[in-house]
């Protein structure tokens, strides 16, 4: 779970409607729930980020 804008929590890991449960089972007021899924290249970058072909010598 992150901090987003001031009026935003992201949450990782649980389905909209599992957080719905959740904050009304402790009396949380929700507003809006939008489910939020990685693009394909989101998650091509996100696995790759760390493999280089081509790089800069330093």
Do not use: C, H, K, N
């Not at 935003?8 to 949380?28: F, H, K, N, Q, Y």
């Not at 696995?47 to 072909?53: K, W, Y």
């Amino acid at each position: 779970m992150q901090r987003g804008s001031v009026d935003e929590l992201l949450i990782t890991g649980m389905a909209a409607p599992d957080v719905g449960r959740l904050a009304a089972a402790e009396s949380v007021p929700l507003f809006e729930l939008t489910p939020r899924r990685a693009s394909l290249e989101e998650a091509f970058m996100e696995l790759t980020r760390d493999s280089v072909e081509y790089g800069v010598a330093r």
